[in-house]
Nanobody, 124 residues
């Protein structure tokens, strides 16, 4: 079955960097588009970035210029490089996979499979 496993979260001071990874298995990786989402306590899950099989990307305005989504199709792995981190970036980060026509959506409902999440904490 489809399995998504995130790693790379942790605690960092404001201005620091982290790189999240998401290992995918159980399906043909290139058949799906992928995304990163985050959810802070008491808030709704929000889309951070998405990428399709050809490498086209979309970012939330709040992370543009600071975060970079990428993937290694040979390794079935999705990445999120996070630079210039801010305390407001603190959240549980999830990767997700969706199938169908990629339109650059950051809406959680457009994704079919989810990982368990990895915590990112940014202190001021």
């Amino acid at each position: 079955q489809v399995q998504l496993v995130e790693s790379g979260g942790g605690s960092v001071q404001a201005g620091g960097s982290l790189r999240l990874s998401c290992a995918a298995s159980g399906y043909t990786y290139r058949s799906y588009y992928m995304g990163w989402f985050r959810q802070a306590p008491g808030k709704e899950r929000e889309g951070v970035a998405t990428i399709d099989s050809s490498g086209s990307t979309t970012y939330a305005d709040s992370v543009k210029g600071r975060f970079t989504i990428s993937q290694d199709n040979a390794k079935n792995t999705l990445y999120l490089q996070m630079n210039s981190l801010k305390p407001e970036d603190t959240a549980m980060y999830y990767c997700a996979a969706g199938y169908g026509l990629w339109v650059g959506s950051l809406a959680p409902n457009d994704y079919n499979y989810w990982g368990q999440g990895t915590q990112v904490t940014v202190s001021s």
